[in-house]
Nanobody, 117 residues
Framework: QVQLVESGGGLVQAGGSLRLSCTAS????????MGWYRQAPGKQRELVAA???????IYADSVKGRFTISRDNAKKTVHLQMNSLKPEDTAAYYC???????????WGKGTLVTVSS
């Protein structure tokens, strides 16, 4: 049973930084892609950043140059460093593992990020 637990959210002023972490239990962390998604009130969930098992990364255009995703396979943790935060970054941020070898996606429960102007 895979479980993902996010942490690091909070309230920050525009221009500030936050570092989100997601720690996995169960599953084979190192073999799977990991991603960060976000969902703002009234909007669909969207991909923020993802990192493959080999370390390749992709970013949403809206966060390129400001956010950095990284992973620590030994600690089964993926991080999202968020700099130069904007009010429009306000959302619940979710961690995802997958798709796995069997085509499964696993989600955390989310952590809230609020950026004040």
């Amino acid at each position: 049973q895979v479980q993902l637990v996010e942490s690091g959210g909070g309230l920050v002023q525009a221009g500030g930084s936050l570092r989100l972490s997601c720690t996995a239990s169960g599953g084979i962390f190192s073999a799977n892609a990991m991603g960060w998604y976000r969902q703002a009130p009234g909007k669909q969930r969207e991909l923020v950043a993802a990192i493959t098992s080999g370390g390749s990364t992709i970013y949403a255009d809206s966060v390129k140059g400001r956010f950095t995703i990284s992973r620590d396979n030994a600690k089964k943790t993926v991080h999202l460093q968020m700099n130069s935060l904007k009010p429009e970054d306000t959302a619940a941020y979710y961690c995802k593992m997958g798709p796995t070898y069997f085509g499964m996606d696993y989600w955390g429960k989310g952590t809230l990020v609020t950026v004040s102007s």
